[in-house]
């Protein structure tokens, strides 16, 4: 069983930053999931459990970096240039393979979400 803790969530203008924060109790792969308002919840970024292999949806390439710290068993996004779109809640996902998914299937554990508004 894998539990996920989330933190970094909040409010910032539009062009600001926001890291958010996933502390893991396993060894898994991992990424982060957004959902808007109305919306179905869409992949934003994963890694594996090495670190050596990321992907990211088209939607964040070049605004948002996902990064691991296996020691302290923490995943983070540093998300840039943050956009009134990017309002959402994030989550934090977990799965029992060492390498990355990008379907929400394709995880098996999940965070309880934390909520990111950008302000235009």
């Known amino acids: 069983q894998v539990q996920l803790v989330e933190s970094g969530g909040g409010l910032v203008q539009a062009g600001g930053s926001l890291r958010l924060s996933c502390e893991a109790s396993g060894r898994a792969a991992m990424g982060w999931f957004r959902q808007a308002p109305g919306k179905e919840r869409d992949f934003v970024a994963g890694?594996?459990?090495?670190?050596?292999?990321?992907k990211y949806a088209d939607s964040v390439k070049g605004r948002f970096t996902i990064s691991r710290e296996n020691v302290q068993n923490t995943v983070y996004l540093q998300m840039n240039s943050l956009k009134p779109e990017d309002t959402a809640v994030y989550y934090c996902a977990a799965r029992r393979y060492t390498s990355l998914g990008t379907a929400r299937p394709d995880y098996d554990y999940w965070g309880q979400g934390t909520q990111v508004t950008v302000s235009s």
């Open positions: 890694i594996s459990y090495s670190g050596h292999t990321v």
